[in-house]
């Protein structure tokens, strides 16, 4: 059983940088394509990074490209999320997931995910 759990959500002003971090209980973590997923009230789950270690390939959305940052600690089994120049758009509740194969961009490739931590922005 492989648990992914984040943390480090909050509420913070536009133009302001949070960190969020997630802690995996797997055994060969630098297999997995980790990603950031987020929702908003009302709106369909959205892709935000996705970090695969084996294929050395980092993808964003075009929405956080520029001002967020995936990273990955294989040691410590740990992703991050990077988050600076906060907008009131990223206000959601984001969640930490991991893929078996590839860098996939849609949710329904991602096989094992986190609660998730929520991320207010006001403005």
């Known amino acids: 059983q492989v648990q992914l759990v984040e943390s480090g959500g909050g509420l913070v002003q536009a133009g302001g940088s949070l960190r969020l971090s997630c802690a995996a209980s797997v055994d060969t973590f630098s297999i997995y394509s980790m990603a950031w997923f987020r929702q908003a009230p009302g709106k369909e789950r959205e892709f935000v990074a996705v970090h695969s270690w084996l294929l050395d390939d980092t993808r964003y959305a075009g929405s956080v490209k520029g001002r967020f940052t995936i990273s990955r600690d294989n040691a410590k089994k740990s992703v991050y999320l990077q988050m600076n120049s906060l907008k009131s758009e990223d206000t959601a509740v984001y969640y930490c997931?991991?893929?078996?194969?590839?860098?996939?961009?849609?949710?329904?490739?991602?096989?094992?995910w986190g609660q998730g931590t929520q991320l207010t922005v006001s403005s």
């Open positions: 997931a991991a893929a078996r194969r590839g860098t996939p961009q849609t949710p329904r490739e991602y096989v094992y």
